[in-house]
């Protein structure tokens, strides 16, 4: 089940990320075409109006910045208790600590002969 909505998931944020590719590149269009018109005009009076769409594509990558946040994996781990550190840690008497290691091992393999005897 949480295969089908993590996939879910994922193809939402693909299809927004599709969708707002698409407004963005609209809005390009927009500008780069009343950019050419401004400079092909002749008159003496021009403007060049694109606040609008300068204003839109601050508010798109005001979005996509928030909306990267949004799509973080937020995971947390929850770690049991040790209970025997914390008895220790309790206690007040002054105790040694007690580190147990394993012995060395050693092998001899069929076909090799060591480098060095001991």
């Known amino acids: 089940m949480f295969g089908i909505e993590f996939m879910t998931g994922a193809m939402f944020f693909a299809l927004v990320n599709l969708i707002t590719l698409l ?15 401004f400079l092909e005009d002749d008159s003496y009076v021009k403007t060049l109006n694109i606040k609008g769409e300068i204003i839109t594509l601050g508010g798109i990558i005001l979005f996509f910045t928030f909306f990267g946040s949004l ?21 007040d008497e002054d105790k040694d600590v007690v580190i147990e290691t ?10 090799f002969e060591p480098l060095k005897e001991d």
Do not use: F, H, M
């Open 71 to 91: 799509t973080q994996p937020k995971v947390s781990i929850e770690t049991l208790p040790n209970r025997d550190l914390i008895e220790y840690q309790q206690t």
């Open 102 to 111: 394993p012995a060395p091992r050693t092998e001899t393999l069929q076909g």
């Open 23 to 37: 407004v963005v590149l609209y809005i390009v269009y927009r500008i780069v075409k009343k950019i050419y018109v």
